[in-house]
Nanobody
Framework: QVQLVESGGGLVEPGGSLRLSCTVSGSTMDGYASAWFRQAPGKKREGVSC????????YYADSVKGRFTISRDNAKNTVYLEMNGLKPEDTAVYYCALATMLWFEDIPSIAPSEFGFWGQGTQVTVSS
């Protein structure tokens, strides 16, 4: 059974940084695209970033470009999200996920329906 566990969330002041980690078990990971989503209260779950199974980073939301960096270490079965210059609007529960499909080029968006395996989420709160 594929399982994902996120960690690294917390409370940070605007302009601060956090590094989220997601450890995957039950999968070799290199056969899946991985991604980070976030969901704030009363809002739909939105895609943040996606890392291809073979071709590196293929998606960043416009709202996080230049501030967030996705990376992964297949040997450690871990995907990361480095978040810098955090803003209050970044406050949300952050989820990592593995896709049920493959991409071979940059994509304009990612949708929750394209991902079949999810972690339970980690809370990120950006506030003074």
């Amino acid at each position: 059974q594929v399982q994902l566990v996120e960690s690294g969330g917390g409370l940070v002041e605007p302009g601060g940084s956090l590094r989220l980690s997601c450890t995957v078990s039950g999968s070799t990971m290199d056969g899946y695209a991985s991604a980070w989503f976030r969901q704030a209260p009363g809002k739909k779950r939105e895609g943040v970033s996606c890392f291809s199974h073979s071709d590196g980073v293929i998606y960043y939301a416009d709202s996080v470009k230049g501030r967030f960096t996705i990376s992964r270490d297949n040997a450690k079965n871990t995907v990361y999200l480095e978040m810098n210059g955090l803003k209050p609007e970044d406050t949300a529960v952050y989820y990592c996920a593995l896709a049920t499909m493959l991409w071979f080029e940059d994509i304009p968006s990612i949708a929750p329906s394209e991902f079949g395996f999810w972690g339970q989420g980690t809370q990120v709160t950006v506030s003074s």
